[in-house]
Every structure is written in C-alpha cells, then in structure tokens.
C-alpha cells in the first residue's frame, strides 16, 4: 500500500513534467474525431495540439503512394479490392469520410505531399511503411522534395526489409521498428525485448515502437535507453495507461485523441 501511495504522489507531482518530455502522436491524425489517414484528420491533429501526426502508406499499381491503412477496400466499398492492385486514381475515388458522418461525406484519400505541407515548424510526421521494399524510391522521392528537415519526420514498419531500405536511403531520418505483442502461433512464446534491440542495432535504427500490451516498466524502458534508444507506444486511448507509461519513461505515446488523452493526463486523480 506504501508503494502504491508513493506511486500516485509521484505521478500527481511530476505528471505535467513529464508530459512535456514525451510526444504525442496523432493516430492516422485525430482519427477519434475525423476520418482517419485524411487530411481533415492531419489537420486537426495539429489543431488537438499533437506533436506529431502518424499515416500509413502503400503502393498503389501505377507505382504512386496512397496514404491508407488498410491493405484492401472491406471498410469502405464494393467489391473488395486489394489497394496494391488499384491506381492512385482509383483510391482517391473512395469515400473514406462517409463512416464518419455526414460532415465527411465525400472525403477523399490525400496526396502524401498534401500532408507534408500541413507539419508546422517544430512538429513531426510519423510514416509508416505499409508495404514491401518496392515503394522505396517514390517515398524517397517525395519526402525528399517535401523540404521538411530530418528531424521533422520518422519512419516506421512492421517489415524489416523495408525499413531497412528506407533507412539505407534515408539515413538521417529516425526508423523505429514496430512490433506487437502476441504468441507465436507455433511456440505460443511472446516475444522478447533483447532480439528486438539486436535488430535495432544492426539495421542503425534509432529505437522501437511496440503496442502498450508489452510489459513496459521503469527497468523495461531503462534497457532500450541503455542501447541509446527511444522507445514508442501504439495506440493509447486510456489515460490510466498512458500515466503508467509515462512514469516508465517511454518517449512518445500514439493515440487517436490526442487533445482529450493530454487533458487527461494533466488532471489530477
């Protein structure tokens, strides 16, 4: 009980303080709220005070990026259809708003350059990389003619090749490799931090983003930072959590609510 006390006295005094330490990451844009992986949705990640906004990217069949999530069109029309298989035209002829409301009815699938405008000075763009390592060269391409400054973006991947790719031909923008937290199928063995941090350190990737369902604590955060590397958490939409991880000492958390998880966190139990 003495240690649980101690535990909130610690948060109610130093939560602010620790907040300003970490980033808050915008989930496919304020996507609790708009449409997700759209511009409106960007957009009011920055208006929700986010310090960075996160979006998925796939290459579509005439070699163009679409900033999407889903690997097909189940969600949003039919028949399905698998994105890779679609141009960039065709995409963008999806209504991804209308699920939202009547507000978004008629929302389309943004240009990734139309998002790149949109990161105001002092904040972040978080990509990730949906597919294989084929997209490379256009993604590279855009983000280099998108002016913003290395610090102004990272990317992130579940696929290791293309993350390593990506990192090989932007060497100077942060790559954190993703990763759940689920048994192997055949082992029923979760997975462990140590592979994660050997990969890190072989592919020069700056750090890790890992679903909150890992075991993350003081001593879990303190042996990523003792390999000099940051460590992100997705997708946190519970406050009592995000208290938790940021206690740990974790450097950013991705939410879908980024004005309400802030509030949240600054209030006092």
């Not at 938790?244 to 939410?255: C, E, F, N, S």
Request: include cysteine; glycine fraction near 4%.
């Amino acid at each position: 009980m003495k240690s649980l006390f101690r535990s909130c006295l610690f948060l109610t005094f130093l939560a602010p303080a620790l907040l300003q330490a970490v980033e808050i990451v915008a989930h496919r844009g304020a996507s609790h709220d708009a449409p997700e992986n759209t511009l409106a949705a960007m957009k009011l990640g920055w208006e929700q005070g986010a310090d960075a906004v996160e979006l998925d990217l796939w290459l579509s069949a005439d070699g163009k990026l679409a900033v999407f999530h889903d690997a097909d069109t189940k969600r949003f029309a039919e028949p399905v259809r698998k994105i890779k298989e679609m141009t960039l035209a065709e995409i963008q002829q999806l209504d991804v708003g209308a699920f939202k409301g009547a507000p978004f009815n008629g929302v389309r699938v943004p240009a990734l350059e139309s998002i790149l405008a949109t990161v105001p000075a002092g904040k972040r763009v978080v990509l990730e990389l949906k597919d294989d390592p084929e997209l490379i060269p256009e993604f590279v391409r855009i983000v280099k003619a998108s002016g913003l400054k290395s610090q102004q973006m990272c990317v992130i991947s579940f696929k290791e090749a293309t993350l390593r790719d990506s990192k090989k031909a932007l060497p100077e923008v942060p790559h954190y490799f993703l990763k759940g937290y689920k048994a192997d199928a055949k082992t029923g063995e979760l997975p462990q931090l140590e592979p994660l941090l050997a990969l890190c350190r072989d592919a020069k990737f700056e750090g890790l983003n890992l679903h909150f369902d890992w075991p993350v604590t003081p001593e879990f955060t303190a042996r990523v930072k003792a390999q000099n590397l940051k460590l992100l958490i997705w997708t946190v939409d519970d406050a009592a959590v995000a208290r938790r991880l940021i206690a740990a000492g974790v450097d950013a958390i991705t939410t879908n609510r980024p004005a309400w998880l802030r509030e949240q966190i600054q209030k006092e139990d």
